[in-house]
């Protein structure tokens, strides 16, 4: 009885073999990363749009019934025409809880006959680190009869839109001109240059919470009345809306 050989593979074949499988292993996880790194990227722009959009559609919401005076009022007296129903303030002049070089924006606006909204906007630091957020205050005041109001809603200074590095504010009249000052420093003037105000143009760019590019990046942002430069790995959009004040100018 003949017995049968029984081949192996060389020692060349199975070099040969393994390098195969190390180059298609190195191939699989090089196109892991790319997808990866691909995918994180498109996911935070997405987030940043979505975000970013969806803030600026609530706030033009809001913005828009600035100076809003309901007829049938509890007050027997007219008073977001006797007080300041929209400022404007480059932080930190007037608030300084909020990041300089931005904008702060408040603004009234009457909800019902008993109640009166406050609304503010601005740039803040998050407690653990330097980044910046736009944050929302909004109050609503209950007021039963003059001067005798409630604060049953108040919350103060939420996160309104993550990773915000710039907010700009920008008020004109009806011919296009910018309106400055309006606000309660500037006394009087303040209190007649709000009466001209027809639009209010906002500006907001936002960062990405993550690093996408592999090298630095120079940004040359230009806001309105700011103007700066950043040099980083993550990306950024500015985004843009027009509010017509329907309640102020006649």
Known sequence: MKMKKIKGFTLLETLVAMVIGMLSIAAIFFSYQTFSKAYDSVSNKAEMNSNARNALSQMTREIRNTGRIDPNSVMTHNPLAETYFLQKYTSPRGYSQYYSGADFLQIFYDDSPTTRIRIDYGL???????????????????????????????????????????????LKDKDGNEVTPVNQLSANIGKENQKKIKTAELYITTKSKDKIYKTKKTWKISNADRSYVVNDQHHRDTYFVSVYLRNIIK
């Open 124 to 170: 803040k630091k998050y407690k653990d680190n330097n980044e910046t957020y736009l944050a929302r205050t909004y109050m609503v005041f209950h007021c039963t009869e003059p001067n005798k109001c409630t604060l049953p809603i108040r919350n103060v200074d939420q996160i309104f839109i993550n990773n915000v590095e710039d907010f700009q504010v920008v």
